[in-house]
Each structure stands twice: as C-alpha cells, then as structure tokens.
C-alpha cells in the first residue's frame, strides 16, 4: 500500500491531488489540526492493521483554526447537532480516497470523532468549495520556514517540486 501525506482540509481539500493519487491506487493521508482544537492538532491515517501517523507540519499557535471558526462550517454544525470537528471529519471521509485517526487525549472528543456522519450533497459541495472564496485558500501549518507564498520555496524545495504549484 502507498500513502501520500500532506496537509488537507477544507481551505486546502488537495482536488487534484487526490484525484491523481486515487487514480494510481494511492490512499491519501492528511495532517491538520484542523478538526477540534489547537491543543489537540489531527492526523489522519489510512489504517490496515496498523496506523501510520506521523507530523509533518505543526499548528500555527495556540490559536483556533480559522476552519474550526469558518461560517460554512459553524452553520453545518449546528445544523447537524454536530462539532465542527466531527462535521470536519464527515467531510474527509465523504470524501472517498481519505480515512481518519484523530488525534486527541479527550473522551468526549473521541465520542464525537465516532460520530461520522454523511452531509447532505449540497452541504459536502459547499464545504468542498469553501477554500475558493476569497482569501481561504492557504495553508495552516507553520513548516518553520517562514512566509511560503513569498519565497516559494520549503525545505529547500520549490512548491512546484512540492506538487504545491497546483494547489485546489
């Protein structure tokens, strides 16, 4: 099995990406933290057996996401007596070529993280087109390299040698 991780979630969904991997056979793993809290940032894994997590990215502060606090997101959560972490986590998984470990050291987070549900299809499509608005499409974790967007470079890499010159 193959495994290609990056960093996803709604202001970052990787469309075409997932597409290109789902269509060679290759399970996408995405790390955020998206999905709950700052404290307890998520990874995702494909698990078979046995989870593969690893971080690659961390959080930009103790702040709480911009996802967590969009208004899209606000709205479904209290339209499906959900968190917005489990609405989050729905969306991943709706999603087909994606499965989820979160991570969290908190039982009622792990309860609302069993609580997946399937959105509505005009709710999964708005939530799946929420990064072209205006300013919500970027990345949120802090890869300690400084502003990305303007030298285009990380790790040494440019973002097009990344697979990032393409972003959706």
Known sequence: MVFNQVEAHPYLPEASLSAFCKSKGIVMTAYSREFHSPASHMLFAHTLGTVFVTALGQPHGANLSPVLTDPLVKRLAEKYSKPAGTVL?????????????PKTATESRMKDNLAIFKLDEEDFEALSNVHKEEGKLLHLCDYGQGDIAKTRKIFGWSLEDMGWDHLD
Not at 89 to 101: D, E, F, K
């Open 89 to 101: 986590l729905s969306w991943l998984i709706q999603r087909g070529n994606w499965t989820a470990v």
